[in-house]
Nanobody
Framework: QVKLVESGGGLVQPGGSLRLSCAAF???????????MGWYRQAPGKERELVAS???????NYGDFVQDRFAISRNDAQNTVYLQMNSLKSDDTAVYYC??????????????????WGQGTQVTVSS
């Protein structure tokens, strides 16, 4: 019922920056509300881990490895979440996935909160 479209991944040198974007669209009906939005990542051979999340009140949560290098933000008018990544390291190389907990459908009273995932965008940090 909700499609998440990610953009902004790519190849960057160590120390560089990237900005990821993720926009939520209703497959049918409307998006009535989006609660938590966040970014996760998965490197080859590793489990998927939280990068950053933000709730409707603007409260944020970051993975320990972020160490003040990344900043998550959201634009509720556009149902979009952003991840600004600075001082990138080779260890940041992974597929980054957008996640959103949303209520969407044809009838708000009959719709329930569900968790949705994007298809992922590759971030490669290499010289």
């Amino acid at each position: 019922q909700v499609k998440l479209v990610e953009s902004g991944g790519g190849l960057v040198q160590p120390g560089g920056s990237l900005r990821l974007s993720c926009a939520a669209f209703a497959s049918f009906g409307d998006i009535f509300e989006i609660n938590n939005m966040g970014w996760y990542r998965q490197a080859p051979g590793k489990e998927r881990e939280l990068v950053a999340s933000i709730n409707r009140g603007g409260n944020t949560n970051y993975g320990d490895f972020v160490q003040d290098r990344f900043a998550i933000s959201r634009n509720d008018a556009q149902n979009t979440v952003y991840l600004q990544m600075n001082s990138l390291k080779s260890d940041d190389t992974a597929v980054y996935y957008c996640n959103a907990d949303a209520v969407a459908g044809l009838n708000k009273l009959k719709s329930r909160l569900q968790s949705y995932w994007g298809q992922g965008t590759q971030v490669t940090v290499s010289s």
